[in-house]
C-alpha cells in the first residue's frame, strides 16, 4: 500500500505540553499529539482507544472519598481492599465479599503505609497503633489486629505501642521490615530482625534488629521506605537517600552501613513503588513523578512529566503501577482525571494520556488479571441528579473478540454462555386431506400421531385460510382425524385442498450441558450457529419450552419440512433487554451489541430494552476519545489542499478532519453492507483535507461510537510538498 509522505507513524510520546509547540525539530513533536484524551500508546508505538469500566458496586459511602489498596495471596486468590470510615471492605472475584473494622479515619486512611508479607498486610500510620489486616485460609475471611512488638528498650528501641512512637510508614527489604519516623522521631528508622517483622530487639549481630537516625542539614522528615537492588530506598520531605547493601547483599548492625542521598527532589506520603528495576515517586509538590535508578557512576531521580507538564496542574492524589500487557502507571488527580504513563524502555515509549469519564476517578489500584492486570478505580459520578461513588474495573486492553470489546464506562457486559448441540429432533409435518365445517372442525390427516391435548398447527391450506398460521389443542383424537378443541369453523370458508400440521413444539434439542449449569429456563431464547443438516435454523433464535434437564423445545410456528440433523451447531442464550442497572437509572446510556453499534437507550428504573435479541452487550456511559495531531505544517510543509490516509487496525466507526466540531464520520461499509452485522477494519481511509495549509494544519481523529479503534499512522497522500 502506497500511503505516500510520511506525517505521523509513531505515538511514541503521547499528549505533549503546549510549550513544545514550536520544538518541531525533535523527535517528541514528530511523534506526539497536541491532544491524546482517552488514548493510549501500545509497545508499537500504535494510538489504542482505552477500554471502558465495569460496574462493581457502589463504595462505603456517597459522601466521601475512600481509598484502593490490594492484596495478592495466591495466584488465584487476589483481593482489592477498599479504606473507608472505620472500616476495610473486601472484593474479590469482582464482587464485595466481607468487611473488617479499622480504626482509621476515611481522611487518615488515604496516607496508611502498607506493606505485604505473607498473607498480612503490615499497615502504619503516626496517629495510630499498627495493624495486621490477614487474609485467612482459602475462604474470604478477613482479621484484623493490632501488631505485637518485641523489643529491648534498654537498647534504645522505641515502644511501637505509645501512640507519640507509632511509626509513620514501612517497608520491606532482604528479609527485614523497616519501620520509619514517628511524632518524636522523624528521621529515624528501625529494622526488624532478620525474618520477624515485629521483633525489634536490638543487638549486634547482622541479623539483630538496629537503629538509624539519618543525617542532614534540614527538615528529612521520612515518608515512605522501598527495597530496591542496591538497598533501601528512603524518601523524605526534601530528598531520597538509599541505605545501601553491602557485597554481600545486605545490611546489619555487625557491618558497616552506608547511606547516602541519592537526590533532593522531595517526596510526598505517597508510597514510592517498584518498577522494573527503578522506584517510582511523586514529588511532594504532588505535581510531579520520577524515577530513581542507579548507573555505574551515578545515581539519577529524572522527572517523568516533563513532557506533558500541562497535564499536572492538579494534584496527585494516588497512584499504581500494572504490568500488563505493558507498564502503564496511573496517577489519579484532584481533578478526577488519570494522568496515564504508558511507558516502555524496550521501545523508547514514554507516553502521557489523558483519560477522563463522566465523573471524577478518586483513586486506583492493580491487581494481576489473568492475561491481563487488571486497573480498579473509585469513581464520583451524577446519577439521576444526586451524587454516587463507584468501585469499578477497566476490561483487558489487548482483546481479540470483537464483541467482546467494552467502551462504556461504568458498564455492565453481558455473555451468557453457550453450548454444543448434541441431538436435533425433529416433528415432521402431516398432510391435510379433509376439514369439516363444524362445531367443532375436524382434521382428516392421514397417519398423524397427535394425541388429545397436544398443541398443532395448520398452515398452507386452501380454502379454509382461517386455519392458517395458527395454533389449536387437540381433541376427539382417533385414527387418521383429530379435532380443533373449541373451534367452530361452520361460517369458515369450504376446505378445497392441501395443507399441512404438525405438533408443536415441533423440535426438541438435546444439549452437552445441563440447562441447570448454563442457567437457561423456559421463556428464555436461543440462538443457533453451525448447524449440520438442519441449517433452516441457523442465525434465528427460539423461545425455550419443556425445558428438561438436558433438553429443551422449541416452537418455529412453520410449516417446514427440515433437512435431518447430521452434526455439530452451538447455540447462545439471546435476551431483548438487560437488567441490573439500577446504579443508572434514569441515565442515557450506550449500547453496543455483538460487536457493533446499537442505539443508545434510558435506563428505566433498572432495566433498558433492546431493539431485538442478542448475546454479547455492553451498557454503560459513553466516553469519547480523541487525537489532536501537533501543528503538521511544520513537518509537511504543504502549501495546498492534500489527501490524507489514516492507517487503521482492528476500527469502526470514528470521525476525522480538520475541524474538530465538524468532522467526517468514517464509513468502512457500502450501502448494501449497512444492515449487516459490522466487522472492523484494518486498512486505510483516506480523508480530503481542505483549505490553505501555509499557517498551521492539525488533523483530529475522534471515536464517539463506543466501539474499538486503534490508529497506527496518518499520511500524505497527494500534495504540492515544498522545501
Known amino acids: ?14 499528549e505533549i505540553d503546549p510549550t513544545f509547540a514550536g520544538r518541531f525539530d525533535t523527535e517528541f513533536y514528530n511523534q506526539g499529539a497536541d491532544t491524546y484524551k482517552n488514548f493510549v500508546t501500545m509497545l508499537s508505538t ?46 474479590k472475584d469482582h464482587a464485595h465479599v466481607t468487611d473488617v473494622a479499622t480504626s482509621w479515619s476515611v481522611a487518615d486512611a488515604r496516607t496508611v503505609c502498607m506493606e505485604q508479607v505473607g498473607n498480612t498486610l ?30 529491648n528498650v534498654t537498647s534504645g528501641a522505641a ?19 523497616y519501620y520509619g519516623a514517628n511524632n518524636t522521631n522523624p528521621q529515624d528508622f528501625w529494622a526488624s530482625v532478620v525474618g520477624e517483622v515485629s521483633n525489634i530487639t536490638l543487638g ?40 545501601m547493601d553491602n557485597a554481600e547483599g545486605y545490611v546489619g548492625p555487625a557491618s558497616p552501613m552506608k547511606f547516602r542521598w541519592v537526590s533532593e527532589f522531595g517526596c510526598s506520603p505517597l508510597q514510592g513503588t517498584p518498577f522494573d528495576q527503578r522506584i517510582m515517586f511523586v514529588q511532594q509538590s504532588l505535581r510531579a513523578l520520577r524515577e530513581f535508578y542507579p548507573t555505574a557512576d551515578a545515581y539519577n531521580s529524572p522527572a517523568l512529566h516533563y513532557l506533558a507538564a500541562h497535564l499536572f496542574q492538579s494534584n496527585i492524589i494516588d497512584f499504581a503501577i500494572s504490568r500488563e500487557p505493558w507498564p502503564m502507571l496511573w496517577l489519579v488527580k484532584a481533578d478526577g482525571k488519570i494522568a496515564l504513563l504508558s511507558r516502555s524502555r524496550e521501545t523508547g515509549v514514554m507516553a502521557w494520556s489523558d483519560i477522563v469519564t463522566d465523573g471524577s476517578f478518586e483513586s486506583v489500584a492493580t491487581i494481576p488479571g489473568d492475561n491481563e492486570d487488571e486497573v480498579w478505580v473509585t469513581v464520583k459520578r451524577t446519577v439521576g441528579g444526586s451524587t454516587v461513588r463507584y468501585v469499578e474495573y477497566f476490561k483487558p486492553f489487548l482483546e481479540t473478540i470483537q464483541a467482546a470489546h467494552h467502551h462504556v464506562d461504568c458498564g455492565v457486559y453481558v455473555n451468557h454462555l453457550s453450548d454444543v448441540v448434541a441431538d436435533v429432533i425433529i416433528q415432521t409435518p402431516v398432510a391435510i386431506s379433509a376439514i369439516t365445517r363444524a362445531d367443532p372442525a375436524v382434521v382428516t390427516a392421514s397417519g398423524h400421531s397427535l394425541s388429545d391435548g397436544d398443541i398443532a398447527y395448520l398452515d398452507d ?9 395458527q395454533l389449536f389443542t387437540v381433541t376427539q383424537s382417533a385414527g387418521d382425524v383429530f379435532a380443533l378443541s373449541g373451534i367452530d369453523s361452520t361460517l369458515y370458508n369450504t376446505y378445497i385442498s392441501g395443507g399441512e400440521a404438525v405438533i408443536m413444539p415441533n423440535i426438541e434439542v438435546k444439549t452437552t450441558t445441563l440447562l441447570a449449569t448454563l442457567g437457561w429456563a423456559t421463556g428464555d431464547h436461543v440462538r443457533f450457529t453451525g448447524l449440520g443438516g438442519t441449517t433452516e435454523l441457523n442465525a434465528f433464535h427460539y423461545g425455550l419450552t419443556s425445558v428438561g434437564t438436558s433438553s429443551f423445545s422449541i416452537y418455529t410456528k412453520t410449516i417446514t419440512h427440515y433437512t435431518t440433523w447430521t452434526a455439530g451447531g452451538t447455540m447462545e442464550k439471546v435476551v431483548a433487554s438487560v437488567s ?53 505544517n511544520p513537518i509537511l510543509k504543504a502549501t495546498k489542499a492534500t489527501k490524507v490516509q489514516v492507517l487503521l487496525h482492528n476500527t469502526l466507526g470514528g470521525e476525522v478532519g480538520q475541524d474538530e466540531d465538524d468532522l467526517e464520520s468514517m464509513i468502512f461499509r457500502s450501502g448494501s453492507e449497512v444492515a449487516s452485522t459490522a466487522e472492523w477494519h484494518t486498512g486505510a481511509y483516506v480523508h480530503h483535507m481542505v483549505g490553505d495549509l ?24 497527494e500534495g504540492v510538498l515544498g522545501g
Open 122 to 151: 503490615y499497615c502504619t500510620h503516626g496517629d495510630y497503633a499498627t495493624k495486621r489486616l490477614t487474609a485467612v485460609g482459602t475462604t474470604v475471611t478477613w482479621t484484623v489486629s493490632d501488631m505485637v512488638w518485641t523489643y
Open 204 to 243: 549486634v549481630t547482622d541479623d539483630a534488629g538496629f537503629n538509624y537516625r539519618i543525617s542532614s542539614r534540614d527538615n528529612r522528615a521520612i515518608r515512605w521506605m522501598q527495597t530496591h537492588i542496591s538497598g533501601l530506598m528512603v524518601g523524605t520531605y526534601l530528598g531520597e537517600g538509599l541505605l
Open 159 to 177: 515502644s511501637f505501642e505509645v501512640a507519640e512512637h507509632y511509626p509513620i510508614c514501612l517497608g520491606h527489604h532482604n528479609d527485614r521490615m
Open 46 to 91: 500504535a494510538a489504542l482507544f482505552r477500554p471502558g469500566t465495569v460496574y462493581v458496586g457502589n463504595t462505603e459511602d456517597s459522601g466521601y472519598r475512600t481509598r484502593l489498596a490490594s492484596m495478592v495471596k495466591s495466584s488465584d486468590t487476589k483481593f482489592i481492599i477498599e479504606l473507608g470510615d472505620g472500616k476495610t471492605r473486601v472484593f
Open 461 to 469: 391450506v386452501s380454502g379454509m385460510a382461517e386455519v392458517n398460521g
Open 580 to 632: 441490573g442497572l439500577a446504579h443508572l437509572a434514569s441515565e442515557v446510556v450506550a449500547v453496543t451489541v455483538e460487536g457493533a453499534f446499537h442505539a443508545s437507550k434510558t435506563v428505566a428504573v433498572s432495566e433498558v430494552a433492546l431493539d431485538a435479541y442478542y448475546n454479547k452487550i455492553h451498557i454503560g456511559k459513553a466516553f469519547e476519545g480523541h487525537i489532536k495531531s501537533m501543528n503538521l
Open 694 to 717: 501555509s499557517t498551521e494544519t492539525q488533523l483530529n481523529i475522534k471515536q464517539k461510537q463506543s466501539l474499538p479503534m486503534t490508529v497506527l499512522a496518518f499520511a500524505v497522500r
Open 1 to 14: 500500500m502506497n500511503i505516500g509522505h510520511p506525517a505521523q507513524n509513531s505515538f511514541k510520546f503521547g
